[in-house]
């Protein structure tokens, strides 16, 4: 192969330079001979490490079911994906709730790119014997029959779908404790659904401590002329206390374009940390250090309001769960990399808690 050959150039030059000038012919023929076999040696090696490694990625998705499911809620068919590690006794089971707007089951958005964060983190609970089961939000990818226009989404929609999906999967018998996690905005709707559907425990990954509307005047300030922040300030209080405001500027149309706005009335009326501090279920927050969108401090204040809650800080993760250096050029390219690896400690952190539910 062409490959092979210029490899092995570049050895035989090492050798012949490295040398003595009265090197005969036999010697040279010995060396060529030698770095032939150096090379084929390390191709058959690489061949067998590569075949190793493609038989063990089989083996592990063998041993995982890999089916669609299906949530009929009365008010709408959802759709998601289940990965169930095969085992002759229930397993533990994640219901994955994603995050805000059209992000979908495998934690990607059409406006902010595919990086399959939530897909792949399925992956890791599934090669730790731990079930999930992932959804696309109604109104979202696969589930947007359920709620074509987004004039008729709500926040309480989005938690009794999550309460109704607790149920479905509570009632299998192949799968054991049910625990709730949620990224981001899917944080506070796992939270939500939590105590109504009895779970095991709640996970909240990148998940707000504040109100949202805070959130959001907090990120617009960074990013807005003054006259437009004035004008968000006073549409964010409009919504705040119920009230529809059309008037929204060009600039604005993306966050607060009248169709998103009784949805975003359902979200502002939540207390994130307070919903926190009423679970009686073991809890684990887990935030990077490197998250753009949402800080440490929502992570410290969620603690805060449940003490007995585990707190995970990962150092260098971003919002979708990879280490990326507080770079804007780097971090916006990690929204659209589905081949990065997620920050490792994050399932290592996740499994260990989960693990250590069975000993309470």
């Not at 609970?125 to 074509?148: E, M, Q």
């Not at 964010?236 to 149309?253: F, N």
């Amino acid at each position: 192969m062409k490959s092979a050959e210029i490899t092995q150039s570049g050895l035989l030059s090492r050798e012949v330079y490295a040398g003595s000038p009265t090197s005969s012919s036999s010697n040279l023929i010995r060396v060529r001979k030698s770095n032939r076999h150096l090379l084929h040696d390390g191709v058959m090696m690489l061949r067998v490490l590569l075949l190793s490694l493609t038989l063990f990625t089989g083996l592990v998705q063998a041993a995982v079911l890999q089916r669609p499911i299906s949530l009929d809620t009365g008010n709408g068919e959802l759709y998601g994906s289940l990965l169930l590690p095969k085992s002759d006794a229930p397993v533990p089971v994640v219901l994955i709730v994603s995050g805000s707007g059209p992000t979908d089951r495998d934690g990607n958005n059409p406006d902010g790119g595919r990086n399959d964060s939530l897909k792949r983190l399925a992956w890791v609970l599934a090669k730790h014997n731990i079930a999930s089961v992932r959804y696309d939000k109604r109104g979202v990818a696969a589930s947007l029959a359920a709620t074509p226009d987004e004039r008729n989404l709500t926040l309480d929609a989005y938690v009794a779908d999550a309460v109704a999906w607790g149920k479905k999967l509570k009632s299998d018998p192949r799968l054991g404790p049910l625990i709730m996690l949620g990224h981001s905005e899917g944080a506070l709707i796992a939270t939500l659904a939590a105590p109504q559907v009895d779970a095991a425990a709640v996970i909240s990954i990148s998940g707000t401590a504040r109100p949202v509307d805070q959130v959001l005047r907090q990120q617009l300030s960074y990013r807005l002329p003054a006259p437009l922040m004035l004008r968000s300030n006073e549409l964010l209080d409009s919504l705040k206390a119920g009230r529809v405001d059309t008037d929204v500027p060009p600039q604005l149309q993306v966050i607060f374009r009248p169709s998103v706005q009784p949805y975003l009335i359902t979200l502002f009326r939540q207390d994130p940390a307070g919903a926190f501090a009423r679970l009686k279920m073991p809890a684990l927050i887990i935030q990077g250090s490197n998250d753009i969108q949402v800080g440490v401090g929502d992570a410290q204040m969620l603690k805060a309001a449940k003490p007995d809650a585990q707190l995970a800080l990962i150092e260098g993760m971003n919002h979708v769960l990879r280490i990326v250096p507080n770079d804007v050029k780097r971090q916006l390219a990690s929204y659209k990399d589905p081949q990065l690896p997620l920050a490792s400690e994050l399932g290592t952190r996740i499994i260990s808690f989960i693990d250590g539910l069975h000993a309470r």
